[in-house]
Every structure is written in structure tokens, then in C-alpha cells.
């Protein structure tokens, strides 16, 4: 019986950027406001008309903190120079100020024996449009039956979404297959389990000395 191939897998790169604050207790400064309270203490400073934005989404964060989306076309420039603006004024009070990325993860085959984790990380960079900076490359699989190489690689998802939709990805000499792959499920650094952060962690049990991916100690993965 002959069954359906499956389908590959689509990225779709979110149509807003956002701004994440959450509270840094490592950082140096004041001792970490709560976050209302610091972020009441900037909003007379910054005009969001200023920016050209009109308002803000909300969105609690999966990780903690509070994540304020941006709208509209320009999304990303817009969001770029509010945190630029926001950082002065709340990372002395021991808030962190970011701009979160949605990132998507491939799988690069095809690969001939010449072909380096560079040149691969320079080739999803050109072709996804963003920074060789933003692009993480492992180390190229050779399978001792004969096969040609693979690699996996995260970029941020709007570059993977160009790259898959390419059908290959140039490199050398080659043209090399490029498929997307399915997102690893949120997992919890501190109890090990799935489906939750540790900033939302109810578990009594703190495995977060243990290498995560076999659960030994004396090294983290």
C-alpha cells in the first residue's frame, strides 16, 4: 500500500516585531524593579508617535517578563529604535531590554567532502538576506555508508522561510537541498520537562546542574 509522501514543512516568520523587558537581576545598577512599576516610570519619557508606532500589544512572555508587540508595516526598524531608546532608562533599574527573533531550524544536504560549516553559514546568510552573525551552522554529518554530507542550521525565520522557498541552497560547486525542520517543543531548564519554561516552573525537584540532554552532572549538554 503505497502512502503519501509528506508534506514539507512551511515557516512562517511572524508579521510584527517586538520589544521583550524583563527583569535582570545579574545585571548592575539599582536593585530589579517589578516591571509595572518601571515601565510607569518611563512612559512619559517615550512618545510611541515619535517612532511612528500608535500603540502596543501586550503579550506575557513564555520565558517571563512582558513582550510588547509592534504593528504595521516597518514593524522591525520601528521596534529596533524603541528598545534602543527604552535601554537607557530601564537597564539601570535591572531591567533587560530586547528584541526577540523568531528563529527556524534546517537541515542542509548534498554536501560534497569540500564543503565547510562556513561556507554553509555564508551561503544561508546571502540567500536568507540576513547577517552570517545570525546564522548557527553544527558540524557536517558524513555517513560512513557513502552518502553525502548534512548539516543542521538556525537562522531567523523570515532568512529560513527565503531559503526554503529556494529550493536549494548554492554552495561551491553545488546545489545543496534544503528542507525545513519541526520546532523543538518549549522545555524547562530547571525541572527538565516539556511544555513550560522555568520562569513558570511549579516543579519542587531543580535539575538545572544536569546536562539536559542525558541528565548526567559535571557538564550541561
Request: charged share 25%; net charge positive.
Amino acid at each position: 500500500q503505497r502512502t503519501n509522501p509528506a508534506k514539507p514543512r512551511k515557516i512562517r516568520p511572524p508579521k510584527t516585531a517586538a520589544v521583550l523587558l524583563s527583569t535582570d537581576p545579574s545585571g548592575g545598577g539599582e536593585k530589579p524593579a517589578a516591571l509595572g512599576e518601571a515601565i510607569a516610570g518611563v512612559r512619559s519619557s517615550i512618545k510611541l508617535t515619535e517612532f511612528g508606532i500608535a500603540s502596543l500589544k501586550p503579550k506575557k512572555a513564555a520565558g517571563g517578563g512582558l513582550l510588547f508587540e509592534v504593528p504595521g508595516p516597518d514593524s522591525g526598524p520601528k521596534a529596533d529604535k524603541l528598545a534602543e531608546a527604552l535601554r537607557p532608562l530601564l537597564e539601570p533599574k535591572g531591567v533587560r531590554v530586547s528584541r526577540p527573533v523568531k528563529l527556524a531550524e534546517l537541515r542542509v544536504a548534498g554536501l560534497d567532502d569540500s564543503i565547510t560549516p562556513t561556507e554553509v553559514q555564508q551561503a544561508i546568510a546571502a540567500a536568507g538576506g540576513c547577517s552570517v552573525g545570525e546564522v548557527k551552522v553544527g558540524k557536517i554529518n558524513l555517513s560512513p555508508a557513502g552518502r553525502l554530507g548534512s548539516v543542521w542550521a538556525r537562522c531567523p525565520a523570515a532568512a529560513a522561510k527565503k531559503v526554503v522557498d529556494a529550493g536549494h541552497l548554492p554552495i561551491g560547486w553545488i546545489r545543496a537541498r534544503v528542507e525545513a525542520l519541526e520546532p523543538r517543543p518549549l522545555q524547562c531548564f530547571k525541572c527538565m520537562g516539556v511544555g513550560h519554561s522555568r520562569a513558570h516552573c511549579k516543579a519542587e525537584t531543580d535539575r538545572s546542574g544536569l546536562c539536559y540532554r542525558c541528565g548526567q552532572q559535571g557538564h550541561v549538554a
